[in-house]
C-alpha cells in the first residue's frame, strides 16, 4: 500500500509538471505559415522540371497528413526530385530564403511528423526509388530513400537473404531510419538504429554528407563520432535522408507460428517475460487484448478466441523449433494459456500476421470514419505486467475504445484509440489518457516513444523524459546544423 502511495503521488508530481511546462509554452498560439513565392516556385521547377513540381491543393493535402489524428497541415509546393543533386539545390534554395523543408517518404508515420505546420517545401522522395546494390556475401545493401521495405524484400527473394525490420506499413526505408522505426521482429533483429550501416545526407545548406564515410559500410567501426545514429530517429529536422546501407540477414530454415490465449492479461505479458528470462530464442511474440482481437476477428474475416492473446513465431532448424515450441507452449500453460494453436503452413502464418499487420486498421474499423491516435510507450520488460494492467484501468476510466497491441518482447506496446476528430470531449478523454500512460512509463524508467518518434504529439513529453539540458544539448546540435532552423520545423522540440 506504501509503494501504491508513493508511485501515485511521483505520477501526480509529474502531471503537474507536465501541465505546466504546457502552459508556460503556451501551445495554442497560431502559428505562421510561410508562403513560397512564385519566383521560388519557378526556381524550384528549373531544378526538377516542371511535372515534378505540384501547387495543385490535392497534393499539397495528400503530403500534409501521415496515418494520424493530426490535422493536415498542406506545404506550399511539393517537389519531386529525382536524384541527390536535386535535392540538394532545392535545399540551397530554400536555405537562403529560409523556406521550411519537409522530407516525405511515404506517409505512414503516427506522430504528424510530415505536416507542414509553417507551410514551406515538401520534398517526396518517392521517385528516388533504386536498389543500388546487394552484397550477398557481406550481408548488406544500399538503397535510395524511395525504396520501401517490401520494396527491398521482393528484390532479394532468389538470394536467400532478407531486411526483418518490419513496422507494418509498407514504409519508406529512409523514413524508418528518420523515426529509428522497429516492429514484430525488433525482439530477435533490433531496430533500426542497429541495422543502419551508414546514411548519405543532405544539409539543410545543401551539403552532401555521408555518415559513416562515402561507400563505407562495415559492420563496426570506431573511427569519430557516430554521425549515423545522429540522423537515425531524427525525424528530418537535421537533414534530408537520401541513401542509406543496410544489414541483411539469411532468411530461416524453417519458420512455425502460434497462437495462444489467456484469461486475463497478467498471464499473457508474464508469460512474454518468462520466454525472455529463459533464453528463448524466439523471433516475434505480439500481445493482443480482448479487444484487438475482437477487432481483428470482424476486420480480418478470423475466428480467434475473444481474450487476452500472444502471437508468437519461432524460426531455426525443424529440430530447434519443436523443442523452442514445447517450452513455451509449457510456460504458456503454466500461466493458464490455452487453445495453443500452430500454423505450419506457409499461407497461414502469412494470413495470420497479415491480420496482425492490419490491426490499426481494424481498429479504426470498430469506429467508422475514426482516425488513429496511438500510443507509443516502452519499459524495461519487468515492468510490463504493471503498466498494461494500469494502462487498462486507465482505459476503462475513462470510458474510450482503447485496443492494445503490443510489441511486449521488447516492452514495447500500443494502444490504437479510434478517436473521431469531430468530437473535442472525446479527444480530450484519450489525451489524458495518453499522458498518464506516457508518464507511467517515465517513472518505470521507460520512455515515452519506443518507435513511432516525437513528431508533434510528444515534444512535451521529451522535456520530461531527457531532461531539461538534455535539449539544450540537442537544440544545438539543431542550431549547428540548422541554423536557419527550415528542416521540419515544429517537430521533436519548439
Known sequence: MFCNRVWNRSLRCLTRAYHKSVDRKGLAQATEIIKVPDRLVAALSDIVGKKNVSTAMVV????????????????????????????????????????????????????G????????VCVDLTHMNEILSVNPEDFDCTVQSGVTRMQLNNYLRDTGLWFPIDPGADASLCGMCSTSASGTNAVRYGTMRENVLNLEVVLADGRVINTAGKGR??????????????????????????KASLKLF??????VSAVCHFPDVQGAVDTTVQVLQCGIPIARIEFLDE????????????DMKVAPSLFLEFTGTPSSLDEQAALVADLCSMNNGSDFKWAKDPE???????????ILYACMALKPGSKPYSTDVCVPVSKLPEIIKRSKEEITKAGVCGPIVGHVGDGNFHVFFPVDQNNPEELQKIQEVSKKMALMSLEMNGTCTGEHGIGQGKRE???????????????????????KGIMNPAKVFY
Open 60 to 111: 499539397r493535402e495528400q503530403h500534409g497528413r501521415d496515418e494520424s489524428y493530426h490535422s493536415c497541415c498542406p506545404p506550399e509546393v511539393v517537389t519531386f526530385p529525382q536524384n541527390v543533386e536535386q535535392v540538394s539545390e532545392i535545399a540551397i534554395l530554400c536555405n537562403d530564403n529560409e523556406i521550411p523543408l519537409i522530407p516525405f517518404g511515404s506517409g505512414t508515420g503516427l506522430e
Open 113 to 120: 511528423g510530415i505536416n507542414a505546420v509553417k507551410g514551406g
Open 217 to 242: 559500410r562495415t559492420k563496426k567501426t570506431s573511427a569519430g563520432y557516430n554521425l549515423t545514429n545522429l540522423f537515425v530517429g531524427s525525424e528530418g529536422t537535421l537533414g534530408i535522408i537520401t
Open 250 to 255: 539469411g532468411i530461416p530454415e524453417a519458420t
Open 291 to 302: 479487444v484487438s482481437i475482437d477487432a481483428v476477428n470482424k476486420y480480418s474475416k478470423m
Open 348 to 358: 497461414e502464418r502469412s494470413h495470420l500476421w497479415k491480420a496482425r499487420h492490419d
Open 461 to 483: 513529453l521529451l522535456v520530461q523524459e531527457i531532461g531539461e539540458t538534455g535539449i539544450q544539448v540537442m537544440k544545438q546540435i539543431k542550431q549547428t546544423l540548422d541554423p
